[in-house]
């Protein structure tokens, strides 16, 4: 099983509908959980970070299921503006973070 | 306040030729890394340097690469004898400490020929 595994996708979606990525990590004393975004040709930017009990950052909610050890996110009323990649990041236990490689999601009008 | 940034933006060179690529950290981080992203695929890790710490090399693909980080705060990639697969986006990121939000620098991308 991969350190990270995330489905690459494209998402297509129109705008405005709810889409959600999950992601599965292999490590189960992993403590830490990103969800960062990618532009096209651009360096990946924190999204936001996964608490135990869940978060929510306005359209964007986060959740994470240590038993099944996958974390989601789940984005509503999709704008033109998310078409973006999305990556799954984990911590290795003590050690550095591990960014999946990404699921795509493209929204058209 | 000021985020990474790396150098070169964009370095074109000749295969066989040595190439090094510098970040500049977040003042203040203790933690750095080096990621490269070809084309179309994930990010993968290089090397870590975490305050004076021995460097986590385990992700760096040959001996040709290696890495330094001087005074605990600016960092030099050196690719040495580059190959054509080397071609990539290298990406440097630091963050406060190792567990901690990684921001990512704007890369630097490089093209062997």
Known sequence: ?109 | GAGVSQSPSNKVTEKGKDVELRCDPISGHTALYWYRQSLGQGLEFLIYFQGNSAPDKSGLPSDRFSAERTGGSVSTLTIQRTQQEDSAVYLCASSLNMLETQYFGPGTRLLVL
């Open chain 1, 1 to 109: 099983r991969k350190e990270v595994e995330q489905d690459p996708g494209p998402f297509n979606v129109p705008e405005g509908a709810t889409v959600a990525f999950n992601c599965t990590y292999s490590n189960s004393a992993s403590q830490s959980f990103f969800w960062y975004r990618q532009d096209c040709r651009k360096e990946p930017k924190l999204l936001m970070s996964v608490y135990s009990s869940g978060n929510e950052d306005g359209r964007f909610t986060a959740q994470l299921n240590r038993a099944s050890q996958y974390i989601s996110l789940l984005i509503r009323d999709s704008k033109l503006s998310d078409s973006a990649t999305y990556l799954c990041v984990v911590n290795k236990g003590y050690s550095t973070l591990t960014f999946g490689k990404g699921t795509m999601l493209l929204v058209s009008p």
